[in-house]
């Protein structure tokens, strides 16, 4: 109901201590629906201030000026009068001041500009800080129920500085979160941690979370599990006085969770009246996603949020624990493919994938994955109940979760400024003895190690310091923290190329043992990086690490191929460019006799930059200049080269510094200078060969692992750090296919 406040006059006397007379205008301004309303500021968008809805009356054709006046600073944050309107001819009046975002509660003043002294002031207050609102279903519904709350609520330092609305399905209600009444204790650790981590501000947190429902039924008016016109109410008894909702989140995966990999595609539209493609969706609508679904949309959330002040804040999604014994994270014992959480990792990736769909510009950053905290409870008969819902019985349960919350949600808004940790540094032992990864947020460790809590043991082969990791699609069973990086070892012998690591598949919780891992409490055992956030042991991990930083470093085995006297050899169809002042040859080669008198590794042409075999087992260079005059002439590098050995060879020629070098097993055997003056270039007109001369004389008999040349050269004999010009690599079936190859296949 809105109702006017007073009249205040304010009279002076005049010089002869009479009296002024009455002043002849008046003011009116109508109050907010309830003291300590609160507006949001825009730190979404980048802003410290709100927008106030004002109105009254007046004198008809005066202008109005107001302002907001702080009641707990000492005035310090008061604004400056400013004209918000002229009253019409039926003396209505409505306009805006701005107010910045502030520890004080305000009061509205108005009064007419033309007669200061007529005034009025609101009788209830409002505040400037932050309007959040938080859609889902019973994982965050938990957080307010009284029903499932059997912990102690922490302490709140300011009674005044958090309200939550709910009833999303019943009749919307107001909260005030204090030590008095708490609400539940989980709300209580929310205000706690929302006042932690931005003190003296204030919250208003509404609740659009109903059990048991799906975002599809939300929009559709023909599904009465979730209506959307009590979820407006809501929101409408929540911004009564013209508030804007600033932020509004959502990590909603536990019924829609079953799109699974067309989560983005199916649910983008309803945040952007657009497809993922661009498309527009003209609501009422039916969505199509996948192959072939659909759903009806009678509405969309612009129909609630002005995506000029309103961001969405993206997290989650959170862990979703086991039903039965697993083999791994997404297979149950015994290979048979757990769907749902297969679903749910496929939903967290195309969750991923929306928000970088160029219309997601209602989307701040992704917020961090609630990870860390108990879902379930002991059932005292051996079992655990209820793992699908946070455990009221424990701090570390919905009281976490609410925690988890309020950081993702902060994080993500830019108002606080730590960085989401995540496994974006790798490192591949090169013997395979183990793979390291770390966060750039800081030095790993996990909720058991910084309780100092004592080790899990070695009941189950995957009880290890650090959970959540798989080698090759199963449980690692060796991850220990190690300088603050995570250390994976094999579990057997030792990693090859061959071999893949993942982190938080599944339902992201590393759990396999049913009901085992949930008695062991294996959560704390995930990894967490300790950024000083209030009310938790540290930021949980993001999980499904990107697999480009995770990619395997190790070396592929080589895979030679065989040459005969028949082939093949390699030519350039193209001649070596003009200007090219110096050339390096590298190759990995095994013979298995010597050549009757010589054969070619490498050479341009005839005689440009040739690199020969000989019978005695050296090496034979022979190097021009761009005019053909001989720099080297059949120079022997003598070498002895035995049979059955492998033996890499990097022979490069210099024309400006008029050199050329040998290097054998990373090793410069040689350093030959030039016996002629060269003009500083190759010959332009000739092509670079491997294993045989461009007529295919000389060939080479033997095995080789790699054959590699560089229009460049080093000072040092070593080969360039540039990629190959050319490289020619096994196994036969690669090498017969190359462009350049000539002669009998490889084998």
């Not at 379930?376 to 919350?405: E, F, M, V």
Request: glycine share 10%; charged share 15%; proline share 7%.
């Amino acid at each position: 109901m809105i109702s006017l406040s007073a009249i205040s006059v304010v009279q002076r006397q005049r010089g002869d201590g009479s009296a002024p007379p009455p002043p002849t205008g008046s003011v009116t301004l109508a109050s907010f629906s309830a003291d300590r309303a609160i507006f949001d500021s825009g730190a979404g968008i980048g802003q410290a201030q709100a927008t106030i809805p004002l109105s009254g009356t007046g004198t008809a054709g005066e202008v109005v000026q107001a302002r907001a006046v702080s009641l707990d600073d000492g005035g310090a944050t008061t604004t400056a009068w400013a004209d918000v309107a002229t009253a019409d001819a039926g003396g209505a009046w409505s306009g805006t001041i701005t107010a910045p975002r502030s520890a004080s509660w305000f009061r509205p003043e108005v009064r007419l500009r033309s007669q200061p002294g007529v005034a009025a002031q609101g009788a209830a207050r409002f505040g400037v800080g932050h309007v959040i609102a938080i859609w889902g279903q019973s994982g965050p519904d938990r957080i307010l129920s009284s029903f499932y709350d059997n912990s102690t609520p922490p302490t709140v330092a300011d009674p005044e500085a958090v309200q939550i609305f709910h009833g999303a399905a019943v009749t919307p209600q107001r909260h005030h979160i204090t030590d008095a009444q708490p609400m539940t204790a989980a709300a209580a650790a929310m205000a706690e941690t929302l006042i932690a981590a931005r003190p003296g501000e204030k919250f208003a947190v509404i609740f659009h979370t109903v059990p048991g429902t799906d975002p599809r039924a939300l929009v559709n008016d023909a599904d009465g599990s979730r209506d959307w016109a009590a979820d407006k109410a809501l929101h409408d008894f929540a911004t009564a006085d013209g508030q804007q909702v600033g932020l509004a989140a959502m990590a909603w995966f536990a019924s829609p969770g079953n799109l699974g990999a067309d989560y983005g595609e199916a649910l983008f539209p309803l945040f952007s009246a657009k497809r993922t493609d661009g498309t527009p969706v003209a609501f009422p609508a039916t969505i199509s996603y996948g192959s072939g679904q659909s759903y009806a949309a009678d509405h969309w959330f612009g129909e609630l949020y002005d995506y000029s002040h309103t961001r969405w804040v993206p997290y989650g999604p959170p862990r979703y624990d086991i039903t039965a014994d697993m083999r791994d994270a997404t297979h149950i014992l015994g290979g048979g493919q757990d769907f749902r959480l297969a679903d749910k990792q496929s939903a967290r990736e195309s969750w991923r994938a929306m928000l970088a769909v160029p219309d997601a510009t209602m989307f701040l950053p992704l917020g961090l994955e609630p990870l860390t905290y108990v879902n379930g409870i002991d059932d005292g008969a051996g079992g655990w109940a209820d793992n699908a819902h946070p455990n009221g019985n424990s701090p570390d349960g919905t009281q976490a979760l609410a925690r988890l919350t309020v950081h993702a949600i902060l994080q993500s808004a830019g108002l606080t400024s730590w960085m989401v940790p995540e496994f974006d540094q790798c490192l591949w032992e090169p013997t395979g003895a183990w793979v390291e990864v770390w966060s750039s947020a800081g030095p790993i460790t996990t909720t058991r190690l910084a309780r100092s809590e004592t080790a899990l043991g070695a009941t189950l082969p995957h009880w290890t310091e650090v959970m959540g990791f798989q080698i090759n699609g199963l449980p690692a069973e060796t991850t220990q923290i190690v300088n603050g990086r995570a250390r994976i070892l094999p579990n057997s012998g030792v990693f090859s190329y061959a071999d893949a690591i993942q982190f938080g598949e599944g339902g992201s919780t590393g759990m396999i043992a049913h009901p085992d891992d949930f008695f062991a409490e294996t959560w704390k055992n995930l990894p967490i990086v300790d950024l000083g956030l209030a009310g938790l042991d540290g930021a949980p991990v993001r999980p499904l690490a990107d697999a480009s930083v995770l990619a395997n470093t190790l070396p592929a085995p080589a895979q030679p191929f065989k040459t005969s006297a028949s082939g093949p050899y390699f030519l350039n169809p193209a001649n070596v460019p003009a200007g090219t002042s110096a050339i390096t040859y590298a190759a990995k080669v095994k013979f298995a006799a010597l050549p009757g008198a010589t054969s070619i590794l490498f050479a341009q042409a005839s005689t440009g930059f040739d690199v020969e075999l000989t019978s005695f087992g050296h090496l034979r260079l022979t190097i021009e200049d761009g005019t053909g005059a001989k720099m080297l002439s059949a120079h022997v590098v003598s070498l002895g080269l035995a049979t059955g050995v492998w033996y890499e060879f990097v022979v490069s020629a210099d024309q400006i510094a008029q050199v050329a070098r040998v290097k054998i097993n990373g090793t410069l055997v040689a350093t030959v200078p030039f016996t002629g003056t060269s003009n500083g270039v190759f010959q332009s007109s000739r092509a670079l060969s491997f294993l045989a001369r461009n007529n295919g004389l000389l060939q080479f008999e033997g095995d080789v692992e790699y054959l590699r040349a560089w229009h460049s050269a080093t000072q040092t004999g070593a080969v360039p750090g540039t990629v190959p010009d050319k490289e020619i690599l096994g196994p036969a079936s690669v090498c017969n296919a190359d462009a350049w190859k000539l002669g009998a296949d490889a084998t």
